[in-house]
């Protein structure tokens, strides 16, 4: 088995300022702080990891290329395209869309190159040049809608890679399975009447964006069944995500019964993560990887494309994308070094109650989402 394995030094370049959410304000009583949430250090940390620990020498490296402006219009507006390209020549750049997502001089240059890494790891797995793939690109993408960026997102990755696969490669059915603790609310809005897509999304409940993501969601008009969410509480931990992968995930995936699978794969559930509080550890996101991997080798060949989005912890999060891309390539990696911390923390091990009712009502939903017609081209 190969897994392709894409990064780009410009993706640690992208520059999103100082201040947490917003720039310092003496008169509303923000301090400067040294790094943005989001800072491009937290991904450029995981690919030190990678290469250091030489998990990378075990991976095919593929790659990445700049996503063409008519590749970013399939999913996004001219208006919002031509935005981030004006504002990107500004001296100090512009913002996403929603005032807390800024970028710098040149910021398009390296949002395009994000999507277009995206791209180039689906055409990787589709043409067959490897099995799998991680796409490890910055800035993220999943709450970026077709009309505006926002949390940190410029253009949604994922859905131009999802456009890509169905209008040029000649994919039919695609599916997308999100796990960022934010509710992957651009990527659901982007094919909400599709129904040749499939958009999960396992997130931290009412959490961002706001009173979204509920399990009532399903998708419109001839999408109609084909968005499903997994609202879950939070300490949910690795029981439940696990059983929220074995209980809707999974059977989710097998009905709809993709010809590929796209994870957008936040590490921010993490245990150790600062904008999250659903406590998932490294090792639990290699579990979850490893089912997500043997569903796909039963329903698509194995076609399998992981897409980096959120991440916060400047600890945490390079072991989790070591042990995720390990768990994705079959290949042994490095011990957990935190997990003496880990295994001790609540939310982790046992199932809750109130985690049980969540996942199964998301997983009543399961029995509505439409099989494919006859075969598949």
């Known amino acids: 088995m190969s897994t392709g394995y894409l990064w780009h030094a410009l993706y640690g370049w992208n520059d999103t300022g100082s201040g947490s959410l917003t720039p310092a304000d003496p008169a509303a009583g923000m301090q400067p702080v040294a790094f943005h949430f989001a800072h491009s250090d937290n991904k450029r940390r995981i690919n030190e990891l990678v ?32 935005r981030i390209v004006s504002e990107s020549k500004l001296p100090k750049g512009g913002d996403a869309g929603d005032g807390i997502s800024p970028f710098g001089r040149g910021g398009y240059e390296i949002a395009a190159l994000a999507a277009g890494g995206a791209i180039a790891m689906v055409d990787a797995v ?18 970026a809608t077709a009309e505006t960026g926002m949390g940190f997102c410029v253009f949604n990755n994922v859905a131009i890679a999802v456009k890509h696969a169905r209008e040029s490669l000649g994919v039919d059915r695609v599916a997308v399975l999100d796990w960022d603790v934010h509710h992957g609310n651009g990527t659901q809005s982007i094919f909400w009447e599709d129904p040749s897509v499939l958009t999960i999304s396992m997130h931290q409940d009412r959490f961002f964006p706001q009173d979204e993501g509920f399990v009532t969601e399903r998708g419109g ?6 968005n499903l969410n997994i609202p879950l509480p939070p300490g949910t931990g690795d029981a439940g995500y696990l059983e929220a992968m074995d209980a809707v995930v999974v059977p989710a995936l097998r009905a709809f019964d993709p010809q590929l699978i796209i994870v957008g794969c936040g590490f921010d559930p993490s245990i150790l993560d600062p904008l999250s509080h659903t406590m998932v550890s490294a090792p639990g996101f290699a579990a979850m990887t490893e089912k997500v991997k ?13 897409v980096q989005e959120g991440g916060y912890s400047i600890h945490y999060l390079a072991i989790c994308g070591a042990l995720t891309i390990a768990a994705l390539a079959g290949v042994e990696s490095i011990e957990d070094p935190y997990w003496f911390l880990v295994e001790n923390l609540y939310g982790r091990a046992q199932l809750e109650p109130g985690q049980k009712e969540a996942i199964a009502e998301a997983a009543r939903e399961v029995d509505r989402i439409p099989h494919p017609e006859g075969p598949r081209s």
């Open 126 to 143: 589709v043409e067959g040049r490897v099995d799998n793939g991680f796409a490890l690109v910055h800035p993220c993408g999943h709450h």
């Open 221 to 226: 008009g001839s999408g109609a069944n084909t």
């Open 51 to 82: 290469e250091v620990s030489g998990l990378v020498d075990q991976l095919v490296k593929v790659p990445a290329r700049p996503a063409t402006a008519d590749e970013i219009l399939r999913v996004h507006t001219k208006e919002h395209h031509d």
């Open 294 to 306: 043997a569903v796909a080798e039963q329903v698509c060949g194995g076609k399998l494309v992981m």
